[in-house]
């Protein structure tokens, strides 16, 4: 074979060309792999130029060096894309418990206010007969009973020293009159026996309160018209004579 003057030897040309064979397999098994998009997610932001300066084109160099190494290191970058998942599911999940608890608390709230409205509601009188009376919600059975939004008790007339004559005092209603009523019945009794005397009427005028006087069995029904409207509605009702 036939060479130009001034050719380097041949065993020299070979080995220069294996060196640079070497050089370009090396370059490949260097040059990093492609990168996962998410990877940038994992990154801080650049930061912007100051003042004054246009952006550098492309990522800056400090990112550019990190996507590096990490696409080197095949085990940290499976780490990191897993983390990130995870802070993701569980954000998730966060936002889900707190959406449950709002609408648990809204349930709650709204049973709430149900509850308070029906217990501040005025009860039923659900029956009556001579000497014998029941209101909706209580096992107890009256022989007179007091009524008001939200309760009813035992009418005692020893407590005030009530008899059919005079008949109702003032004593007698103090405590309906408290709960906030609009409007007061008192049943007089089967027969119309008890009395109900102008001061004990107007006792309940001047506290701005309606006053409605009737046989028992019809203040009990008018009563439970005025409870079922709604209407904070009180009353003292005699069962007997």
């Given amino acids: 074979m036939r060479r130009e003057p001034g050719a380097l030897p041949m065993w020299q040309e ?3 060309n294996d060196q640079s064979n070497n050089r370009d397999r090396d370059r490949e098994q260097q040059a990093p792999s492609p990168l996962d ?3 940038l997610l994992l990154l801080p932001p650049p930061r912007s130029p100051p003042p004054g300066c246009s952006a550098a ?24 894309l897993l983390k ?45 007969s001579w000497g014998q009376m029941k209101v909706k919600g209580c096992s107890t059975t009256y022989k007179d009973c007091k009524v008001w939004p939200g309760g009813s008790r035992t009418w005692d007339w020893r407590e005030t020293g009530t008899n059919h004559s005079p008949g109702v005092q003032p004593a007698d209603l103090e405590e309906v009159v408290k709960k906030g009523v609009q409007t007061v019945m008192i049943g007089r009794g089967m027969s119309e026996a008890l009395q109900v005397p102008s001061s004990t009427v107007d ?15 019809k203040a009990v029904e008018e009563y439970n ?17």
């Fill in 203 to 217: 006792y309940l005028k001047k506290n701005g309160i309606e006053v409605v006087v009737l046989q028992t069995e």
């Fill in 14 to 16: 070979c080995r220069g």
């Fill in 37 to 39: 998009p998410r990877l």
């Fill in 84 to 128: 990130g998942e995870e802070r993701k599911r569980r954000g998730e999940e966060e936002q889900l418990a707190r959406e449950r608890r709002s609408g648990r608390a809204t349930l709650s709230l709204a049973q709430l206010r149900l509850r308070f409205s029906v217990a501040m509601s005025s009860p039923e009188i659900a029956s009556l």
């Fill in 225 to 241: 018209a005025l409870a079922a409207r709604g209407v904070k509605v009180g009353g003292v009702f005699h069962s007997t004579c």
């Fill in 57 to 80: 084109r492309g990522p800056p160099t400090a990112i550019a060096q990190e996507l590096e190494s990490l696409a080197s290191k095949p085990s940290l970058l499976l780490l990191l």
